[in-house]
């Protein structure tokens, strides 16, 4: 299965952004992948942000929001909390289309990138391990990850690309380098 994905303004967003709330109607098939950036925080308060890439090239922010659906994991210390760095995310499609809609849609008029996603792709990332490092106390988690929809078990999965802060990962995948490449540099 192949996946185009187009990024406009995926490099920079800087001149002549335009946000808009996003009321969009999303399902498994016109939404078939994200990329997300993240940086989740309780150390001294609460911060969580971010944004999603969808497959159009859409950037959707986030700040704090209320409400929001976490990720689920089966990795030890995160039964109540989703931290960022695990390595096993998952959320049904109704929960991730929840956390979609009302974000802020920023859009531009800059050119569009295209990236190829196909199963070869996804399954070197799926199966992939991970290069660890150590992280800083209380740094809260930066993570970069790509969120698929799974057919066999009708939820979106995480696959982390990197994280850096409390716990450093790079997903030691041969496409990890291009898809990184994808999020916007600040």
Request: hydrophobic residues 30%; contains cysteine.
């Amino acid at each position: 299965m192949d996946f185009v994905f187009r990024t406009s303004s995926i490099r920079t967003i800087h001149d002549q952004v335009t946000e808009i709330n996003c009321a969009l109607n999303y399902s498994c098939d016109n939404l078939p992948f994200l990329l997300q950036y993240e940086y989740y925080s309780i150390a001294w308060g609460s911060r969580h942000e971010g944004y999603f890439i969808e497959p159009n090239g859409n950037v959707l922010s986030y700040k704090d929001p209320r409400n929001w659906n976490h990720y689920k994991s089966d990795e030890e210390y995160s039964s109540n909390t989703f931290w960022g760095y695990e390595t096993d995310g998952r959320i049904c499609p109704k929960s991730l289309f929840e956390n979609l809609d009302g974000l802020k849609k920023q859009s531009s008029n800059s050119g569009i990138t295209t990236l190829n996603m196909n199963a070869e792709m996804l399954q070197d990332l799926m199966e992939s391990e991970f290069e660890y490092g150590n992280g800083r106390c209380d740094a809260g988690v930066y993570s970069h990850a790509m969120i698929v929809f799974d057919k066999t078990s009708g939820s979106y999965k995480r696959i982390v690309l990197k994280t850096t802060g409390e716990k450093i990962l790079t997903n030691k995948s041969a496409f990890t380098a291009k898809l990184l490449n994808c999020f916007i540099k600040r």
